[in-house]
């Protein structure tokens, strides 16, 4: 080696150099091994699967206690209050320190008066009363089918549920999670507006009643509709089956069936006063399907007719007894 | 006895007065302060009017206030309609100080400008001697006349185009269509991050979200294109400072032949200056302060001022013609001014409108001549050929008239709640209707109860429509709702018609009562011997609105079983389906 060759390639530069490049192949070797995903399924994104509790919300049932209690009268907050009285008081099914999810049906941009959402004053009186039974906080919660906020602001339960002292939960795609539901026929694995359900220990539907031309009729079990995301359209393919799924997917502690205006057709949107008859009735009870059969018969006015497969289905997987005449309940007059 | 109380080394620190004895607080107050205040104002104003144009937060604010003083607009559609649309008479109080001061507005109000001036000063990497050779006049800032021109003689034909260029129509489109859903996603992963990773309620920085409530990210078609615009405009101060507004601005060119008229201007006092050309090293609108003052193209940024060592430079009412009163060969710096020594070698001090030769001035109109008829009779926009996904918003006025006011601003398509309104591309409004607002129910539909796009459309394009007008309801219910389009069903893929599938979602979601889609009922055995009862549902096209909330809910979702098309329009009697409602838009006009 010349005298040039060496000031060019020294040893120390030639042990840095074989250093350094053994030390990135050796790092690159590393990760490569770490990150390796042979059949392609490790890089696939994990989405987690979860559940509601086991056996919904529901509280302990009653062997005294009626399961309807139905209001009726002018005065909302009072039809509310007996209504709920009559099945045992709020003071059953919210206790001090209760996280209560609501859910109202807000599915449509609608004024109130037109009665394709849940009555705003129903809705303030309930959050009213679950607060007044020590509930810490009180979430509103729907997914609608319009613009959400929109919803919420157009047809005033935004406005009653923040003035009753809830918070309103409007959902982002963000909010959904796959839920799994066990026994589902359909929606055994579906987003599900899953958030608001974090943290919290009691779940009450308040529905209104309504007309619906597919299933007939749109009344507390249909309502939880409202909680699921993705492909909802897909839904109307069966959709006795998939009513059949929510009252399977969510036990309630308590349902309310607004029936303080009745959408008695053109349904479940509506759109005309002269679509909406007064109803003056609210119905509170530990089974949706009691209480949506009394609606079916008593409010919708149908009482010949069959109800709709849904109710049997929902049946035959014990989860009511729609033959709500067999059953206990306790008539008010209110305010 | 007094030093007891200064603090030590205070005198070091201590302001020093300026060389000429005035007091150090005015080189911190200085003019060019007081400008970056007001740009600093006007752009704050500016978004925070972007960000009330959404329902829950617009309260009353006059969210298009700056379309509304942009007197481009006012000018151009008052040329092309003849009428001076709602407010946008408010157009004066730009108009009437650029009259007077010139075009301050370019450098004082302008959001974009403000913007572009912001750029070019943050990733200004030259010394002193190169800014100033890159603030020297050049030829090609004549463009912007020449495109004002071309835009003005549209208008006049009836296809207003300013809206592609106007820095205001411009930057609102940007920010809606680009920018603002870029934030939002930014926002959502924000959000999830607080609440994921560090346990936090994000509910906070809602106020972040330039869209709260909306529940999917919002999307706009050619955003890319919108967004590669203003990464490129922006990026071309890198090259020239203030491209856009030196050479295409026709708002600024509009506002520069105004300036033409303007008593105020920046002065050079002969007897002062030294010809050092520093006055160009920060001159915004690249107009020669140094020589004859190019009135049109000065921004009256004041940096001129600022940054002249003789203080030969001041913003004058009614300058002296120094020309006309000098006595003797300035050139050889023998001339006197009022018995004063001259001493810069120019004795031109401005030049009041826009270098731009008559010529050129015929030419422009010639290209908007021409212009016209290559845009109008692309079939696109006319009777016969148009789109029939070009579904325009509810309130809009017949599609002649419309192309005679829309702006391109979009900001019909910044308040739609659902995300509906899209800006058009070449394929549902031509070239002519590039960015115009039309409506894509693949991403939403058009909410019964709203009528938000004709609240903030600031030319008429979308007329004002009261809920009442767009429901024909009370005092229209003789006139009926306001239809955008007629849906129509496609058996062979619809479920019930075309696969023995129950759905009707379509009816059930159908917001007018009586629907506008009803079901015949059947009974049928399936391919496998099952029985099922089959709703076939069928449009009911008189009572149909067009707003699309079925083809958005169909779950047949790639190309939808039944689908809205702009046939059946009330705004256009040429557009009607049926003999019923033509005789209703008849009564009506």
Not at chain 2, 138 to 165: N, T
Not at chain 2, 236 to 258: D, E
């Amino acid at each position: 080696m010349d005298e040039r060759d060496h000031a060019r390639l020294t040893r120390r530069y030639l042990l840095q150099q074989a250093a350094g490049v053994a030390l990135g192949a050796g790092a690159a070797g590393l990760l490569a091994w770490k990150l390796h995903d042979p059949d392609g399924e490790r890089g696939k994104p994990k989405r987690p699967e979860l559940t509601l509790p086991h056996g919904g919300y529901v509280i302990e049932p009653s062997k005294v206690l009626p399961v309807l209690g139905v209001a009726t009268g002018q005065s909302i907050p009072a039809l509310v209050r007996a209504a709920i009285d009559a099945v045992g008081g709020v003071g059953r099914f919210v206790q001090h320190g209760d996280v209560v999810v609501i859910k109202p049906n807000v599915a449509f941009e609608r004024a109130a008066p037109l009665g394709a959402t849940t009555n705003p004053e129903v809705l303030g009186a309930l959050v009213h009363l679950v607060r007044e039974a020590g509930a810490r906080e009180v979430r509103v919660v729907d997914n609608p089918i319009e613009n959400a906020e929109a919803c919420f602001v157009r047809s005033g339960v935004q406005k009653a549920a923040l003035e009753a002292g809830a918070s309103v939960w409007l959902p982002t795609p963000k909010d959904f999670e796959t839920l799994h539901v066990a026994g589902a026929t359909w929606i055994a694995r579906w987003p599900f507006f899953f958030r608001p359900f974090v943290g919290a220990n009691k779940v009450i539907g308040v529905s209104p009643v309504k007309d619906h031309n597919l299933c007939r009729a749109s009344m507390t079990t249909k309502n939880w509709y409202g909680l699921l995301g993705g492909r909802r359209n897909q839904f109307h393919q069966d959709i006795h089956g998939i009513i059949a799924d929510l009252a399977l997917m969510m036990r309630p502690t308590l349902v309310l069936l607004d029936g303080t205006r009745v959408l008695f057709r053109s349904g479940p949107t509506g759109g005309s006063l002269s679509d909406v008859r007064p109803g003056n009735t609210v119905v509170a009870s530990t089974d949706s399907l009691a209480a949506d059969a009394y609606g079916w018969h008593e409010l919708l006015e149908r009482r010949d007719e069959e109800l709709p497969a849904y109710f049997a289905k929902s049946a035959a997987r014990g989860l009511g007894n729609p033959d709500w005449k067999s059953q206990s309940i306790k008539r008010v007059q209110a305010g | 006895m007094a030093t007891t109380f200064v603090i030590p080394g205070w005198e070091k620190h201590r302001p020093k007065p300026n060389p000429d004895g005035t007091p150090w607080w005015t080189r911190t107050f200085r003019i060019t302060r007081i400008r970056i205040a007001s740009q600093v104002f006007f752009f704050s104003l500016f978004i925070f009017l972007l960000w009330c144009t959404w329902f829950t937060r617009m309260k009353g604010y006059p969210v298009s206030l700056f379309l509304e003083v942009d007197p481009l607009v006012g000018v151009a559609t008052a040329i092309s309609t003849h009428t001076v649309y709602r407010w946008l008479w408010r157009g004066l109080f730009v108009l009437v100080p650029t009259l007077l001061l010139g075009r301050a507005f370019c450098n004082w109000m302008c959001p974009y400008g403000t913007l572009h001036q912001f750029v070019g000063w943050v990733f200004n990497i030259w010394t002193n001697k190169n800014n100033i050779d890159r603030n020297r006049y050049r030829p090609s800032f004549q463009i912007k006349y020449l495109l004002l021109a071309v835009f003005l003689v549209m208008a006049a034909l009836g296809s207003l185009q300013i809206g592609l260029l106007d820095p205001i129509c411009l930057l609102v489109r940007t920010f809606t269509t680009a920018i603002a859903p870029a934030s939002d996603l930014a926002h959502s992963n924000l959000a999830t991050a607080l609440r994921e990773r560090l346990g936090m309620d994000p509910a906070p920085l809602l106020f972040m979200s330039s869209a709260p409530g909306a529940s999917e990210q919002r999307i706009f078609r050619g955003a890319w294109f919108v967004g590669l615009i203003i990464v490129g405009l922006v990026g071309m101060n890198l090259v020239i400072p203030r491209f856009f507004c030196r050479v295409l601005c026709p708002l600024g060119a509009f506002l520069g032949v105004l300036s033409r008229w303007a008593p105020f201007r920046i002065s050079r006092d002969l007897t002062k200056c030294t010809d050092c050309n520093a006055c160009l090293r920060r001159c915004e609108g690249a107009s020669d302060p140094q020589g004859a003052l190019r009135k049109s193209e000065c921004f009256v940024c004041f940096n001129c001022i600022d940054d002249c060592p003789e203080d030969a430079l001041s913003f004058t009412l009614a300058p002296l013609p120094f020309k006309d009163f000098m006595v003797g060969e300035p050139k050889k710096g023998l001339a006197t001014l009022f018995g004063q020594k001259v001493i810069s070698k120019i004795p031109e001090t401005v030049r009041a409108g826009p270098a731009v030769a008559r010529r050129r001035w015929v030419f422009a109109a010639i290209g908007g001549v021409l212009a016209f008829p290559f845009l109008r009779l692309s079939a696109a926009v006319n009777k016969r050929g148009f789109s029939a996904k070009a579904i325009r918003p509810p309130g809009s006025v017949e599609e002649s008239e419309f192309l005679e006011r829309c702006i391109k601003c979009d900001q019909c398509i910044r308040v739609c709640p659902t995300n509906v309104l899209q800006p058009s591309t070449l394929s549902e409004g031509g070239l002519e209707g590039l960015w115009t607002p039309v409506m894509n129910f693949s991403v939403g539909f058009c909410q019964l109860n709203c009528t938000l796009c004709s609240e903030v459309c600031p030319t008429g394009a979308i007329q004002k429509t009261s809920l009442a007008r767009k429901l024909g309801v009370g005092e229209y219910a003789g006139k009926g709702p306001v239809s955008i389009g007629t849906a129509f069903f496609d058996r062979g893929r619809c479920l019930p018609w075309g696969m023995e599938t129950p759905c009707v979602v379509c009816e059930e979601v159908c917001p007018v009562t009586p629907k506008a889609i009803g079901t015949y009922e059947e009974t049928i055995t399936r391919w496998d011997g099952t029985k099922v009862v089959l709703k076939k549902p069928y449009m009911r096209p008189e009572l149909c609105i067009g707003c699309g909330i079925c083809e958005h809910e169909c779950p047949v979702i790639d190309s939808p079983a039944v689908y809205v098309t702009a046939i059946g329009e009330t705004r256009s009697q040429d557009r009607s389906l049926l003999l019923e409602t033509s005789r209703k838009t008849k009564e009506k006009s």
